[in-house]
């Protein structure tokens, strides 16, 4: 495969159920190589593009390309996987039967402790999967997926359910598979796994891409900075006052202030106030999400987003 060959190319696609347009002309290119986190609020159509991308679901508009072919094809020649939230698993086989059980059903895959040690449960070999933990669940739903040492792995919403250390020790794994070259393609409603795991975050609205970018890029795109300051007794009215103040929030001795002219801010605080200890950042990740995916927000045909120049990492 050549880097020429996206590893996915969407162009037009859509996909209505009845009156309910679940994607609305999305177009996507993703690279051989990306760690794409695939964002958006409920009813934006993330898993009805997944569903299209892997060819569970055939669009009423517009193609999918998958590494140069059809979903098809890469689901036939083993290109292509997916690990899913739920189903799939047989509670009264061992973890270790399921993956040679799956195994069996294709003409030439990986070894089998290969992949129960790249997911990291081959000490849960002999361990019902029903006696298993959602975590450990979706991690053999991993180690099924390496099987065929696909080209481009499919994750949708993986770590629902699992508990922090579950999610970290999952992430951990995902990683360290993906820097043989993989491409992987992860829908998550966890922020700080976007923001901690992917090369490049699509967030989608309506059917339809609103920002694309990296992560630096897509919180860049959430107009404002926060000031952070130690102000006791901090007058949060008159705080809320100054111009370009969004809001103000009081944590104790500390004060927030979201504000599209921090300078300002600043200088008053540090000429007009007791305030020490200033910091001034950028809006995180879920301000941006929030932003560009609010349901009323600026349509996307209109959204600065659209305008704004997306990145092609790995391109």
Known sequence: MTSECPAVALRGLRKSFGPVTAVDGLDLTIHPGEVVAFLGPNGAGKTTTIDMLLGLARPDAGEVRLLGGTPAEAVLYGRVAAVM?????????????????????????????????????????????????????????????????????????????????????????????????????????????????????????????????????????AAGRIVRATLPDADQSGLAALPGVEAVEVRGDAVLIRTGDSDAVARHLLTRTAARDL?????????????????????????????????????
């Not at 009264?92 to 990291?120: H, I, K, N, Q």
Request: hydrophobic share 40%; net charge negative.
């Open 85 to 221: 939230q739920s189903g799939g698993l047989l509670k009264d086989l061992t973890v270790a039967e399921t993956v040679r059980m799956t195994a069996s059903f294709f003409g030439r895959t990986r070894p089998v402790t290969e992949v129960l040690t790249r997911a990291g449960i081959a000490d849960l070999a002999d361990r019902l999967v029903g006696k298993c933990s959602g975590g450990q669940q979706q991690r053999l739903r991993f180690a099924l997926a390496l099987l065929c040492d696909p080209d481009v792995m499919v994750l949708d919403e993986p770590t629902t359910g699992m508990d922090v250390e579950g999610r970290r020790d999952f992430w951990q794994a995902i990683r360290a598979d993906a820097r043989s070259g993989r491409t992987i393609i992860f829908a998550t409603h966890y922020l700080d796994e976007a923001d901690a795991y992917a090369d490049r975050i699509v967030l989608v609205r309506q059917g339809r891409v609103v920002a694309d970018g990296t992560t630096a890029e897509i919180k860049n795109l």
């Open 279 to 315: 910091e001034i950042t950028s809006r995180n990740l879920e301000d941006a999400f929030l932003a560009l995916t609010a349901t009323d927000a600026t349509p996307p045909e209109a959204n600065p987003a659209e305008a704004a120049p997306t990145a092609t990492v790995g391109a």
